[in-house]
């Protein structure tokens, strides 16, 4: 990566370790140190292929390891003691960093660049040979702390290879245009830039295909069920077995029909005669010494 001091910078113990930290990286990047936004200064400008890293560097007082807190609100921690650090409170690194981030995304506007994929990052640096973890600390989106020295500096790399997911957009052109706009005095040739690995022009648009509807044909009926065959199959021998009932009823009927049917004045006289009848005696009166009485 490459590095470039402004002229005259009087860097701290801690800032000098992050100088050797980026120069062994081989990641593409302009790293810009000491950098003066207005009457602001910036520990470090950090400009890759992908977007802008403000950067304050703080070293510690004493050597501390333990567990790291850091929250956005309030005094970040090592284990149960508070952080303490060799120049100011933890208490205003977010909005120091924060502050230095709208400088920049300013400044750019300012140029007429875009500025939306702009970060910040607090990097702390630890004696050699002490341990603090976590190495990397989320406080907001787009607002990082990271644990580096030259001993551990992997979660610096990771975070400067990774931390913006926008577009390679910025060429050797907006580099040269942002240096320009930052005030840098030794401003690195467009030939080491290209050698760094920044394009001279914007890749192309990828094109998209446009999208062709398919239109399926409609999917066969599904086949009626093995079910659904013997219930079809039941109910039409139910139907052919009451027409041959029907047959056969209308069948017998024909044939106990006579051909030649009685009169009917035969019926009558049978539907006429008259069952006898008894007759019930009379009774006759009888006189006194009346014979046969």
């Not at 690194?93 to 140029?111: N, W």
């Not at 930052?182 to 690195?188: C, K, Y």
């Not at 192309?204 to 069920?225: H, N």
């Amino acid at each position: 990566m490459l590095v470039r001091i402004r002229p005259g910078a009087e860097l701290t113990g801690a800032e000098r370790e992050l100088v050797d930290c980026l120069r062994a990286y081989p990641s593409t990047g302009l790293a810009l140190i000491d950098c003066r936004v207005g009457d602001r200064r910036l520990g470090a400008v950090i400009v890759t292929p992908r977007g802008i890293a403000v950067i304050e560097v703080k070293g510690f007082r004493r050597r501390q390891s333990g567990l790291l807190t850091a929250t956005a609100d309030g005094a970040w921690m090592i284990s149960d003691s508070p952080l303490d650090l060799d120049a100011e409170p933890s208490s205003g690194l977010t909005d120091r960093v924060e502050h230095g981030v709208h400088a920049v995304r300013v400044a750019l506007e300012q140029a007429l660049q875009d500025s939306r994929h702009v970060c910040g990052a607090v990097v702390l640096v630890p004696y050699r040979g002490v341990v603090v973890r976590p190495a990397r600390t989320t406080l907001r989106p787009g607002l990082d702390v990271l644990v580096a020295n030259t001993v551990d500096a992997h979660e610096l790399r990771v975070y400067i290879e990774g931390f913006s997911a926008g577009p390679r957009e910025w060429t050797i052109d907006r580099v040269l245009n942002t240096c320009t706009m930052l005030a840098v005095a030794e401003v690195p040739s467009r030939a080491e830039l290209a050698e760094e690995g920044f394009a001279s022009n914007r890749p192309a648009p990828t094109p998209v295909a446009p999208q062709v509807r398919k239109f399926s044909e409609p999917a066969p009926p599904p086949d009626p069920s093995r079910r659904g065959k013997l219930a079809g199959i039941a109910l039409f021998a139910a139907a052919l077995l009451g027409l041959l009932v029907v047959f056969v009823v209308v069948g017998v009927a024909l044939w106990q029909d006579s051909p030649n049917p009685r009169p009917m004045s035969d019926t009558s006289q049978t539907s006429t005669t008259r069952a006898p009848t008894s007759v019930t005696p009379r009774k006759t009166e009888c006189w006194p010494f009346q014979r046969d009485c």
